[in-house]
């Protein structure tokens, strides 16, 4: 496995239990390192985003520890949080930006937690704008500037959300789902850039995606989880039909009890910007989404 020395992130027995007793991590070990590229593969539920979220307290774990290289172990204290977070850019699904600000409004949030508050109240110096712009030009987005984030198209938009990121000048990048939104050829697009930037600046990246074929492209390294456990651990050539079997058996299970049960208007958890409309189950859609890919990757290669 294509791995660096020195380990950015340490979790010993990292567990997160929600309340009402939802186990949505199990005792969990596991080092990510420096400059490597993994991604989070798993059914809906599997746990992804609760790993994701505990990698900087988001979520706080229920029991075990979680050391960062250079600042030691998280714990409820605020100014090591404070920061890990610095450092840290978290890249969301629906890329978390102000609609009404302009693309270099919002990247410039990125530089905020530099300062105290009060400071950040009033307008950030030069250097933070030239900044700014030249993390907007490394996305390719420098002649939107001065544009309204929300004239812009989901990939624009996420690629605003990648420069706020890398405004921070961080270390360490996690991305929940960055391109769930996007169509299969931006979700590419995206990710490739984004996967570029990581090893140019050799960030430590952990990426939650469905698409097994994109997991495959750009992964250093993929981790599989199931019911809130790592059932794969491996390199991107390692991830066999066998191996998708295992991480996303229990989904075929459920569905088989969905497919077994009387109709019923079905709760929709696709994640879409669509108002509604034409929403699928889960159960129609990942799965066979995560094949195609599958079957895409390979053809490509
Ligand atoms: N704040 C919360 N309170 C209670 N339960 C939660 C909370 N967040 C997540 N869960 C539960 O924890 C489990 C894991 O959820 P998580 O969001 O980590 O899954 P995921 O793999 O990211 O799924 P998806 O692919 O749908 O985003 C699920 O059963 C979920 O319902
Ligand atoms: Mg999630």
Known sequence: MLQSSKAMFKLEDVSKCF???IQALHSTCLELHQGQFTVLLGPSGAGKSTLLRCLNFLSSPTSGRIEVNGLGTLNGNR???RAHRHRTAMIFQQHQLIGR???LQNVIIG???????WRSMR???DSD???ALECLERVGLLDKATERVDNLSGGQQQRVGIARGLAQQPTVMLADEPVASLDPATSEKVLSLMHRICSEDNLTAVVSLHQVGLAKMFADRIIGLAGGRIVFDGLPHQMTDNVFGRIYQNRKQTSEKMAARPARKTRSV???NNGGKNEKSIFDTDVSHAFVNVNH???SR
């Open 79 to 81: 100014r090591l949080l």
């Open 270 to 272: 696709t994640k879409s």
């Open 111 to 117: 530089r905020i937690g530099n300062y105290s508050i």
């Open 101 to 103: 600000h302009t693309a």
């Open 129 to 131: 704008h030239i900044l």
């Open 123 to 125: 307008p950030l110096p």
């Open 297 to 299: 990757s390979s053809a």
């Open 19 to 21: 309340r009402g007793g």
